[in-house]
């Protein structure tokens, strides 16, 4: 992904990130439309939000939800809240109309890849490091990283600490290449 686009091409396909839908929002409606978010539930385990796209006259034209896990990973223990509002902005704007030609979001999409029966590449019993190295070079902004980041990490939930330790690397050498402008 260019950081100047805002779309990442995965498995030959191009999807928008929140962030750049977001931009495309306010380009067309201004401050006349508004994103609402609400905490749906929140607990120990899980928080669930809702994001609604209400216009002029506050009527609501589309919603989005989204759920995320506290456990799924280290950034989710942290930030799952955020993580969660964002994906819920991403749902009720590509229900609104803005999808960029798919309806997933460029982070929804990073989180499915790891979840297809078809090519499970990071799973407890062969985590693939050159996968997740190729992967990362079509990553080009941190929320994106950090998706892919909590996918890994929540689809090998019993990597043991060494396992933890390389991944981790792996995605601080990335965040480290975009922050020094090495892409």
Do not use: W
């Not at 030959?12 to 929002?25: H, L, Q």
């Not at 090998?156 to 981790?168: I, N, S």
Request: glycine share 6%.
């Amino acid at each position: 992904m260019s950081k100047d686009t805002g779309i990442v091409n995965i498995h030959g396909k191009d999807y928008k990130t929140v962030a750049k839908r977001v931009d495309e929002f306010r380009e067309a409606h201004g401050t006349n439309y508004s994103i609402i978010t609400s905490l749906v539930s929140i607990n120990e385990q899980t928080v669930v939000m809702r994001a609604e796209i209400a216009d002029e006259n506050q009527r609501i034209i589309a919603t989005g939800y989204a759920e995320e896990n506290r456990q799924a990973s280290q950034i989710n223990r942290t930030s799952a809240l955020e993580n969660c509002e964002t994906s819920a902005i991403g749902r009720a704007l590509a229900n609104f109309g803005l999808a960029g030609g798919e309806y997933a979001s460029a982070d929804e999409v990073a989180n499915a890849i790891h979840q297809q029966d078809e090519a499970p590449k990071t799973t407890q019993s062969r985590l693939d490091f050159d996968y997740i190295r190729e992967t990362l070079k079509s990553i080009d902004d941190m929320d994106s990283i950090d998706t892919f980041a909590r996918e890994v990490f929540k689809k090998c939930p019993r990597m043991t600490d060494k396992q933890k330790g390389a991944v981790k690397a792996i995605f601080d050498k990335r965040r480290e290449e975009l922050n020094n402008g090495n892409e």
